[in-house]
């Protein structure tokens, strides 16, 4: 199965480069039908016509970002080398709120470039 995500341009550019592998997500139910296996096509929100596929190889569920952020590498996940010492699960509550990630659980999305 395919699935469609729109990405900021950090981000796509940093899984275009091999420097981001895993994708932070709420496992809300468009995630909950993500698969091993499955392809993530990746658009780039200024420009939709700029996308990447890759294919899913590891769906890692976490009950919140404070635990995927205790468990995961960051440095995969999206984070640059001078940024680690800071990062928090609190970052991500700029995307997704405290009750949507209480409510859905979460999600680090594994993946492989096509």
Same mark, same amino acid.
């Given at each position: 199965?395919?699935?469609?995500? *729109? !990405? @900021?341009?950090?981000?796509?550019?940093?899984?275009?480069?091999?420097? *981001?592998?895993?994708?932070?997500?709420? &496992?809300?139910? *468009?995630?909950?039908?993500?698969?091993?296996?499955?392809?993530?096509?990746?658009?780039?929100?200024?420009?939709?016509?700029?996308?990447?596929?890759?294919?899913?190889?590891?769906? @890692?569920?976490?009950?919140?970002?404070?635990? !995927?952020?205790?468990?995961?590498?960051?440095?995969?996940?999206?984070?640059?080398?001078?940024?680690?010492?800071?990062?928090?699960?609190?970052?991500?509550?700029?995307? &997704?709120?405290?009750?949507?990630?209480?409510? &859905?659980?979460?999600?680090?999305?594994?993946?492989?470039?096509?």
């Amino acid at each position: 199965m395919t699935h469609s995500m *729109k !990405l @900021h341009d950090q981000p796509f550019a940093m899984i275009r480069s091999g420097q *981001k592998d895993i994708e932070l997500r709420l &496992y809300d139910e *468009k995630r909950q039908q993500i698969r091993v296996g499955d392809t993530l096509v990746f658009c780039r929100s200024r420009a939709p016509e700029e996308t990447l596929s890759a294919t899913v190889v590891a769906l @890692h569920r976490f009950p919140s970002f404070a635990a !995927l952020y205790e468990a995961l590498p960051l440095d995969r996940c999206g984070y640059l080398p001078e940024e680690l010492d800071t990062a928090t699960a609190a970052d991500m509550d700029l995307y &997704y709120s405290p009750e949507k990630q209480a409510l &859905y659980g979460v999600v680090g999305i594994e993946i492989r470039l096509i």
